[in-house]
């Protein structure tokens, strides 16, 4: 499987844009980029999920870059209720999610 | 609520029991998975079933697990003769496309 870098951890303060990042250099042509999230003691969550082109939905946006080798996930306002860990992962259709240890978001109020 | 549901939420043995636990997916969904997550770390993959037919399992899942499908609908994971590294949170999901729906997990703790 392809691997995916992202920092531990991250801070934000409450209302602003956050923007985590997620490297993956050595993504096939046909690796979709996800994005899934985890609030304490959940399980994951679906946030969104491109292949070249920028993506939004009512959660957040994904933007790809053109080489696709990096893609960052944007929450445009911040709440303490995305407080969580977010996970950036490389995956064929309907195969399996390979998580890593993702990134650790915390809100500031 | 039609989501995932899992039973029970938690679950505590000894060593050398066997346990048993239970997903319900969403209706209709075909693909049912079993991930394991311990402390710190990010859900790791078990196994898969598309239908009743399970068509993945990683080499995690030793000959100490068992996973069945029987039609396709809910799945049951067990564990014989339990181990203390088997303490962790067992997590189900379904899908019909390309979104994976989680349940709120099993956590399983070993004495």
């Known amino acids: 499987d392809a691997k995916t870098t992202q920092p531990n951890s991250m801070e934000s303060n409450e209302e602003e844009p956050v923007h985590l990042p997620c490297n993956h250099s050595t993504i096939s042509g046909t690796d979709y980029i996800h994005w899934y999230r985890q609030l304490p003691s959940q399980g994951p969550e679906y946030v969104i999920h491109g292949l070249t082109s920028n993506v939004n939905n009512r959660m957040a946006s994904l933007a790809i870059a053109e080489d696709r080798k990096s893609s960052t996930l944007i929450l445009h306002r911040a709440t303490l209720r995305d407080a969580a860990v977010y996970y950036c992962i490389l995956r064929l ?14 809100i500031i109020p | 609520d039609t989501g995932v549901s899992q039973n029970p939420r938690h679950k505590i043995t000894k060593r050398g029991q066997n346990v048993t636990f239970r997903c319900d997916p969403i209706s209709e969904h075909n693909r049912l998975y079993w991930y394991r997550q311990t402390l710190g770390q990010g859900p790791e993959f078990l196994t898969y079933f598309q239908n009743e037919a399970q068509l993945e399992k990683s080499r995690l899942l030793s000959d100490r697990f068992s996973a069945e499908r029987p039609k396709g609908s809910f799945s049951t994971l067990e564990i014989q003769r339990t181990e203390q590294g088997d303490s962790a949170m067992y997590l189900c999901a379904s899908s019909l496309l390309e979104t994976q729906y989680f349940g709120p997990g099993t956590r399983l703790t070993v004495l």
């Open chain 1, 93 to 106: 259709p309907n195969e399996k999610l390979t998580f890593g240890t993702g990134t650790r978001l915390t």
